[in-house]
């Protein structure tokens, strides 16, 4: 027998895959399902999309125990395609597409966004009249929306102004205004999902976002001085702050915050967690860890980067930076590479903070690198700071979050702060904290420079 309290479904349509969450009212997972496929080239066929909603749909709705009551979809920023009504015109572009690259380096667009492969586009078929399209937008579309509808996350790589709300950029390049979608915020309701998809016509279709922005909603950082940082391969810097924030070599741009009025500056560093893949095999981490333990701090300085080129918090193509200076063999060089990534965390912290954006005592973290007690402890005593890891930051529980404020009518940052749950909180480590500020002043000292 199904309960009355309602549950939210979010859709996440990544490049290689689509997954759909459903938490019920209190934010925990009630069912899950998804499908993979591999990324072949930089094109896709949006028909792949709809079969892969429709298999992850039907293995979802067979583990429902509580009446839906609103449906939101999160996709890859930088992704478009051109529809006719309802019809797809064109393959969908990905982000990586780089067929227009010359001609968007000209324009001053930026390559890998949906700009760049819309003017590409329309510079092959001038006479063309299809509308830009989001993937997410597509998705809601087949779930049963109006064609036509966008969010403001997924418009601003497509040409949409977020401090002007209007779409003068894409217009003085020459796309005409019937091509471009109408933009609303994420968390609107925009229409109720079809009869053919199995759960009656009351349940709403609601607005949904990027993947990125869909992460960040997921980890609960919504309000100023909140900042997740999401350590995997790489280092990636989400904030929230009452301007926005932007650096000229674009290595900083904001997101304008669900709600509006506040914004979500981020940046993202080339160091990361793939320097370990880099060094050593991912079965071995767990025996370095146990060995570095007691070896820390080690008296490192390192910037690890395993290619040329940085772009935050230093940003320059020919920068090196440094490893620890132990022997590979010894465990101080693993515990060093773990030590110099939270340096770089906390330099790119500070610069953000640099730029006005507020950074409270406490930071949301996700990522690979969550599974590693010791860099835990690590990050926290060199941030000083309490890291909070959230239960769930997957970005379709974000678009299930975007779901939720829809249905209740509410902020997403208060249905966010309803629906997140924290995993855990980690504490600095009382012994390492001077010593870290120590060699903290020292490695921005030795890098700035």
């Known amino acids: 027998m199904l309960s009355q309290?309602?549950?939210?479904?979010g859709v996440d349509l990544g490049s290689s895959g689509l997954r759909i969450v459903?938490?019920?009212?209190?934010?925990?997972?009630?069912?899950?399902?998804?499908?993979?496929?591999p990324i072949e080239g930089t094109i896709q066929d949006p028909a792949q999309w709809e079969r892969a909603l429709e298999q992850s749909w039907q293995a979802l709705i067979p583990q429902l125990r509580s009446p839906v009551g609103a449906v939101s979809v999160t996709g890859t920023s930088g992704t478009v395609l051109a529809l006719e009504g309802k019809q797809p015109l064109t393959p969908a572009w990905l982000y990586s597409d780089r067929q227009g690259a010359l001609q968007a380096?000209?324009?001053?667009?930026p390559a890998s966004w949906g700009l760049s492969h819309w003017l590409w586009w329309l510079s092959q078929k001038p006479q063309q009249t299809g509308r830009l399209t989001h993937p997410g937008d597509y998705l809601l579309m087949l779930l049963g929306a109006e064609a036509g509808i966008t969010d403001h996350t997924s418009a601003l790589k497509s040409g949409y102004d977020l401090v002007l709300g209007?779409?003068?950029?894409?217009?003085?390049?020459g796309v005409q205004r019937e091509q471009l979608p109408q933009v609303v915020r994420p968390g609107t309701v925009i229409g109720r999902l079809s009869e053919r998809w199995g759960l009656g016509s009351s349940v709403l279709l609601v607005a949904g976002c990027t993947d990125g922005v869909a992460g960040q909603i997921a980890s609960g950082a919504l309000f100023p001085g909140q900042v997740c940082v999401s350590l995997g391969s790489t280092l990636i810097f989400k904030?929230?702050?009452?301007?926005?924030?932007?650096?000229?070599?674009?290595?900083?741009?904001?997101?304008l915050h669900p709600d509006g009025e506040l914004w979500l500056p981020g940046a993202a560093s080339s160091c990361g967690g793939a320097i370990l893949s880099h060094h050593y095999p991912a079965d071995r981490w767990d025996a370095l860890a146990s060995q570095a333990r007691t070896l820390v701090p080690t008296g490192s300085t390192a910037y690890p980067l395993f290619a040329m080129g940085e772009r935050f918090p230093i940003a320059r193509a020919d920068f090196m930076g440094g490893l620890p200076q132990f022997n590979h063999a010894d465990p101080r060089f693993y515990a060093g590479l773990l030590e110099g990534v939270a340096?770089?965390?906390?330099?790119?912290?500070?610069?953000?903070?640099?730029?006005?954006?507020?950074?409270?005592?406490?930071?949301?973290?996700v990522g690979g690198a969550t599974r590693s007690e010791l860099w835990l402890q690590i990050r926290a005593s060199i941030l000083r700071r309490v890291l909070l890891l959230p239960a769930e930051v997957q970005p379709a529980s974000g678009a299930a979050i975007l779901a939720a404020?829809?249905?209740?009518?509410?902020?997403?940052?208060?249905?966010?702060?309803q629906l997140v749950h924290l995993k855990r909180r980690v504490e600095p480590v009382a012994d390492w904290v001077p010593r870290y500020q120590e060699l903290y002043q020292q490695f921005s000292e030795h890098w700035q420079a």
């Open 166 to 173: 209007n779409w003068d950029r894409a217009l003085s390049l």
């Open 343 to 365: 340096f770089v965390e906390r330099l790119g912290l500070e610069r953000l903070m640099q730029l006005n954006m507020p950074v409270g005592d406490q930071v949301f973290v």
């Open 105 to 109: 380096q000209k324009l001053g667009v």
């Open 239 to 255: 904030g929230v702050s009452k301007q926005p924030i932007a650096s000229a070599d674009g290595a900083i741009y904001s997101h």
């Open 5 to 9: 309290s309602p549950i939210f479904i």
């Open 22 to 37: 459903a938490l019920d009212a209190s934010g925990h997972t009630q069912a899950t399902a998804g499908c993979s496929w």
């Open 405 to 417: 404020a829809g249905y209740q009518q509410t902020s997403v940052a208060a249905a966010a702060h």
